[in-house]
């Protein structure tokens, strides 16, 4: 909604206080003030000074450890254990290659054994649970296509009945099941 037009009479009650204009020199002026302030503060703090560590002498030796440095030092110990395991590695894929049977499967514990047989008992009863349920379906489903088919030739032969008293005429009623 727009604001009212002061017309003859009228005034606003809201007059918004209009600031006096500000030239270039006291904006500079206001900077000056500002900045000495600052400075003076600033000379009042202490600034803190940096001291060097005080760090321990040992008098003892570090351990030599040449197969630490750089310098191309080899450690025995490690080369042998890669060379026993690289041979151990090679003597598996030998072997591997020369056997006909390639990978057999690990030997099973009798606590495993139990544990399968038992799953497979599971998995069979079920298995005969469900084809019991289905078989049971089906003589439902037979069993109700038998009495809906039932009911619909009392259904037809009722209609029969009816038409034969009413009319007096059941000549048409037993053509069909002949």
Do not use: W
Request: aromatic share 6%; hydrophobic share 25%; proline share 3%.
């Amino acid at each position: 909604m727009p604001p009212k037009k002061a017309g003859e009479g009228q005034e606003y009650t809201f007059q918004p206080k209009i600031n006096e204009l500000v030239t270039k020199e006291q904006f500079k002026k206001a900077q000056d003030k500002f900045n000495s302030k600052l400075n003076k503060k600033k000379s009042q703090q202490t600034v803190t000074r940096p001291k060097s560590p005080n760090f321990q002498k040992t008098s003892s030796k570090g351990l030599e450890r040449g197969y630490l440095n750089e310098d191309g030092g080899r450690n025995t110990m490690v080369d042998k254990f890669k060379t026993a395991l690289m041979k151990k590695v090679h003597a598996t894929a030998t072997s591997m290659m020369d056997d006909e049977k390639g990978a057999q499967n690990p030997s099973s514990t009798k606590s495993m054994t139990h544990l399968m047989m038992r799953r497979r008992e599971e998995l069979e009863d079920k298995r005969h649970q469900n084809a019991a349920k289905a078989q049971e379906d089906k003589e439902r489903f037979e069993k109700q296509n038998r009495v809906n088919n039932l009911s619909n030739f009392f259904i037809c032969l009722l209609h029969c009945v009816l038409q034969c008293i009413v009319e007096g005429d059941c000549s048409g009623c037993f053509e069909g099941s002949r």
